[in-house]
């Protein structure tokens, strides 16, 4: 039986360990009476612990702006920054309702 692309041995990864890294979700929150349009990003740690930041959305970006601000807002205010003081973000997706950012 061949291999396929996907398919690796246990603990061998296809993807470069300088490309591995965290994920940042982003979500967009609309407005409310009270609140206006918001964007929030969370990155959820092993042990159920959750990073998160909201900023509000500047109406003159394009949504993926708003996302990628609101990850950074959330990088440069976590407590990893302590020790690994570097990190920064190099990828970023999407699905129908969220943005994802890598951070290495």
């Known amino acids: 039986m061949s291999k ?7 603990g061998q990864y296809s993807i470069p360990e300088n490309l591995r ?7 967009y929150m609309g ?3 009270y ?6 990003a969370t990155h959820l740690r ?7 930041k909201t900023i509000s959305k500047n ?14 807002a959330l990088l440069d205010s976590w407590p990893l920054a302590e ?3 570097n ?7 999407w699905d129908h309702a969220n943005y994802y950012f890598v951070v290495v």
């Open 59 to 72: 109406y003159d970006l394009e949504p993926a702006d708003n996302a990628l601000n609101a990850a950074q």
């Open 83 to 85: 020790y690994h003081p």
């Open 21 to 27: 890294g965290l994920v940042i979700k982003t979500k």
């Open 31 to 33: 407005a409310t009476d």
């Open 4 to 10: 396929t692309s996907y398919q690796q041995k246990q």
């Open 46 to 52: 092993e042990d159920g612990l959750t990073y998160s």
């Open 35 to 40: 609140k206006g349009a918001r964007i929030k």
């Open 87 to 93: 990190m920064k973000i190099v990828s970023m997706g």
